[in-house]
């Protein structure tokens, strides 16, 4: 195990924020991890996976762990289904392309979503109508005080929206090591219900599709809208789509006929942020090296060399005028450092 100290973490975040970690690791076994944390588990720990989900708006005074486990096997399997162990280094992504390259279903909606398999649950990654939640049988964690191990079940992590136990109950409190998946290997399930996904098949001609088909429609979709992080720095949505009540709603829709929404319940409906941020004037909007996105309003970029703290100014003041304009408080969806 080696711990180097005042390492700059530019190339760890997809920002590309230039802060500095205090000391940093680099986790290659969970035999190093439960070894690190029993010596070092009094000392300020910072963990870090893609980096793809994170603002860092100050030098982090801890020690950085990076979860770097690899590996990736079939544990169990039937006729029908696989059961997909993967280590916490993964990268998701690469993840899925190994999935549809085996001819297993379930993520294909899920493509090209940056950062690590480990971190998947933390956040219960979502995209075009599938979240984690949906393929996700157990994951296995470590205790970071006592360096016990447990395996969390769907149940236990209580995933939400955007949400799970370890952002909320247990944050801090344990480190993903393994995640366990439950794919298809026949009678796909193909979630087509986006708009975006059946264009892209129409304009692609095709008519019966292969979640190898859906992969590629979603991979184009996202490339089209989403600014790629080794060209223009940014940790995709900054921002959760807001949930609000039905009666809330009518008056917002009062004042502004065209809003869009999707229900959530009979009592609550969930609104873009991004409408609402485009809305408040801010898509495409530049501040010297950092702003807002002009073809998704959700995403705030770092163009060359920006601080964490100016992007965090920006976004709080996002919050502020969008608090103003539709008595609506959106909350980020990346982790603020
Ligand atoms: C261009 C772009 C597009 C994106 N699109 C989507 C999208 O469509 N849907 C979506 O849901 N998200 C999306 N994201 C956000 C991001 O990819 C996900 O949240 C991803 O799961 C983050 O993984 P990471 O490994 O990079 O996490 P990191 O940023 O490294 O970490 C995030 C948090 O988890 C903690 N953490 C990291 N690893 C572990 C671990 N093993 N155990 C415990 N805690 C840990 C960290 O301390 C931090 O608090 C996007 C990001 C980008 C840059």
Redesign the pocket.
């Known amino acids: 195990m080696t711990i180097t100290n005042n390492v700059s973490l530019k190339s760890f975040?997809?920002f590309g924020i230039d802060a500095k970690a205090k000391s940093f690791c680099d986790i290659t076994s969970v035999k190093t991890l439960r070894n690190v944390l029993r010596e070092q588990y009094s000392n300020p720990l910072?963990?870090?996976?893609?980096?793809?989900?994170?603002l860092l708006t100050k030098d982090i005074d801890a020690l950085v762990l990076h979860?770097n486990l690899k590996g990736i096997e079939v544990v169990d399997e039937t006729e029908s289904t696989v059961i997909v162990k993967a280590m916490?280094g993964e990268n998701?992504h690469q993840f899925v392309l190994w999935s549809l390259e085996h001819n297993y279903g379930g993520i294909e909606n899920?493509s090209?979503?940056?950062?690590?398999i480990?971190?998947?649950p933390?956040?219960?990654?979502?995209?075009y109508g599938v979240e984690l939640k949906d393929i996700f049988l157990n994951c296995e964690?470590i205790n970071v005080k006592d360096q016990s191990i447990r395996t969390f079940t769907k149940a236990d992590c209580n995933f939400g929206y955007?949400e799970s136990v370890?952002k909320q109950k247990l944050k801090g409190e344990?480190?993903?090591?393994s995640v366990n998946l439950q794919l298809t290997k026949s009678n796909h399930k193909l979630h087509m219900d986006y708009g975006a996904i059946k264009n892209e098949l129409i304009i692609s001609k095709i008519d019966t599709p292969t979640i190898q088909d859906i992969s590629k429609a979603v991979i184009s979709i996202?490339q089209s809208k989403?600014?790629?992080?080794k060209e223009i720095g940014?940790?995709?949505?900054f921002f959760k789509n807001p949930i609000i009540s039905a009666d809330q709603f009518i008056q917002l829709q009062e004042n502004f006929p065209d809003v869009p929404s999707y229900k959530v319940s009979e009592q609550e409906i969930k609104v873009p942020a991004g409408w609402l941020i485009e809305k408040a004037g801010f898509k495409g909007k530049r501040f010297k090296n950092y702003g807002v996105h002009n073809k998704q309003a959700l995403?705030l970029v770092n163009y060359d060399d920006a601080s964490g703290s100016a992007i965090f100014e920006l976004a709080k003041l996002i919050q502020k005028t969008v608090k103003r304009l539709f008595n609506i408080s959106i909350e980020t969806?990346?982790?603020i450092?």
């Open positions: 975040n997809t910072f963990i870090l996976g893609g980096g793809s989900n994170m979860i916490a998701w899920l090209l979503i940056p950062g690590n480990g971190t998947a933390i956040q219960n990654i979502g995209a964690a955007r370890f344990y480190i993903i090591t996202r989403l600014p790629d992080p940014n940790s995709g949505s995403v969806e990346v982790n450092i």
